[in-house]
């Protein structure tokens, strides 16, 4: 396990009130709608309750992320904002 692995704490999906049914319902669903998923994380109260990877891919291998990155930038500002440390006007 590589140590960016170890920086959210793990829990099952059953201890964080989280259906493991419905973690596998989701899964099935991404399976037959999606174009090509590579993996998927799902993280409650800061504590990673699901994550898998569809292969080839893996843990330990990058991704291009290309424009998704104004996605991150965007979120990181929102929660900025949510927390009074910017201003949409900053």
Do not use: C, N
Not at 41 to 46: E, L, N, S, Y
């Amino acid at each position: 396990m590589t140590s960016q692995r170890l920086l959210l704490p793990r829990s099952a999906p059953a201890a964080a009130g989280i259906s493991s049914v419905a973690i596998a319902a989701l899964l099935d669903r991404l399976e037959a709608r999606s174009g090509e998923s590579h993996s998927l994380m799902v993280v409650h109260a800061g504590h990673v309750v699901a994550e898998g990877w569809w292969a080839p891919y893996t843990a330990d291998r990058p991704h291009l992320l290309y424009s998704l990155t104004k996605s991150f930038t965007s979120v990181a500002v929102g929660l900025a904002i949510g927390d009074g440390l910017l201003s949409l006007d900053d």
